[in-house]
């Protein structure tokens, strides 16, 4: 069996049910969860809105980051059952999630690592970008490096 059970960029809301689904496995005794929300500030101004871009490859790019997380995490014989992350793309509104990643496995230090490195690289290694305007009236791209 694959262990991901769910990867995809999307215009729509994210359902973290739709990845509690995916990520089910009745040999994971632990599940973890990141859920990332689109907040009103940053860096101390008031974000107005928010964009998310990916490239067209970013969903291909996250499925690689996937594979390599739970191969990694699972070489010690305690394997990551199942890992799942969606990201939206488009216009989104404060408070909106723009985020969800997770991880089973046989036990909750496994899952919470696994999950942990699943944003952390997903946010290094996938051109998304983030387009923020603030009520000052400037704005900034993040991740576009």
């Known amino acids: ?14 359902s973290v049910d739709e990845v509690l689904a995916a990520v089910g496995d009745p040999r994971a005794g632990g599940t973890a969860f990141f ?5 009103g500030t940053d860096h101390g101004r008031a974000v107005e809105r928010l964009a998310y871009s990916a490239h067209p490859r970013a969903e291909s790019d996250m499925r690689r980051v996937m594979e390599k997380v739970a191969a990694d995490t699972s070489g010690d014989g305690r394997p990551v059952w199942r890992v799942a992350a969606l990201h939206r793309v488009g216009q989104l509104e404060i408070g909106d999630t723009a985020v969800v990643v997770a991880a089973a496995a046989g036990h909750r230090d496994e899952a919470f690592d696994a999950c942990r490195r699943l ?3 997903i946010k290094a290694e996938v051109p998304i970008w983030k387009h923020q305007e603030f009520s000052d009236g400037r704005a900034e791209w993040v991740g576009a490096e």
């Open 119 to 121: 944003i952390d690289d």
């Open 1 to 14: 069996m694959d262990a991901i059970s769910l990867v995809g960029l999307r215009e729509t809301p994210i």
């Open 35 to 39: 859920v990332g929300t689109v907040r």
